[in-house]
């Protein structure tokens, strides 16, 4: 897992000034489009900008709530065993 993220992180490191030169490029033709009128790809870019935004936490959301259930799933099930138990001692 370590070399993993090591080689994920060396690769951004590497490509860093076409990452962020793609972003001058974005920015530009949007830009231009606006001053021409056209906002349909603005809008259009916005939108995906904010799905990129959220999706990261709606899987946070998703994988906690899974979590949660199973963690008390689990407790359910320890208490019946030990009421169980409770009443063959008896």
Partial sequence: MKKFLLLVIS??????????????????TVE??????????ASSLNFGILYLFAAPY??????????????????KKIDLKAILSKNKAK
């Fill in 11 to 28: 690769f951004l490191l590497i490509n860093i000034n076409e990452i962020m030169s793609q972003c001058a490029m974005c920015r530009a």
């Fill in 32 to 41: 231009n489009n606006v001053n021409n009128g056209e906002i349909g790809i």
């Fill in 58 to 75: 709606l899987v946070a959301m998703v994988i906690g709530i899974l979590w949660y259930r199973n963690s008390k799933n689990q407790n």
